[in-house]
């Protein structure tokens, strides 16, 4: 019996269903993949403060870190724009944790916001 695919917390039935569609329909994405991605977000910025400086520090490195917040941003600017409200919402928070927990990395000009962070 084949597992159920995971989902966000707090996200509403309509936003999983879109994030369901853009998994099937773009090939950049794998089913369960944006749900996986909101997870290990959250698990670096909801641990201790180290973890969310060791992402920071190898935030460019796909073999040190999980992409998730790459693929975050991908379904940000990919679903529809309810959705993508919805979901930027949901990732928000998160986002402003892992800026609290992090310092400015000012020396780098070129890559997502999350890069610039030690």
Do not use: Y
């Amino acid at each position: 019996m084949p597992r159920p695919l995971p989902h966000i917390p707090g996200a509403s039935a309509a936003l999983q269903g879109a994030i369901t569609r853009l998994e099937n329909d773009d090939p950049r994405f794998s089913p369960g993949e944006v749900a996986s991605a909101f997870r290990v977000w959250q698990w670096v910025v909801s641990g201790p403060v180290r973890r969310a400086r060791d992402h920071a520090t190898h935030a460019d490195c796909d073999l040190c870190n999980s992409p998730s917040r790459e693929v975050l941003e991908l379904a940000l600017h990919l679903l529809p724009q309810r959705s993508a409200r919805e979901l930027r919402r949901l990732v928000a928070p998160l986002d402003e944790r892992f800026l609290r927990r992090t310092l400015p990395k000012p020396q780098l000009t070129e890559g997502p916001w999350w890069w610039f962070r030690t």
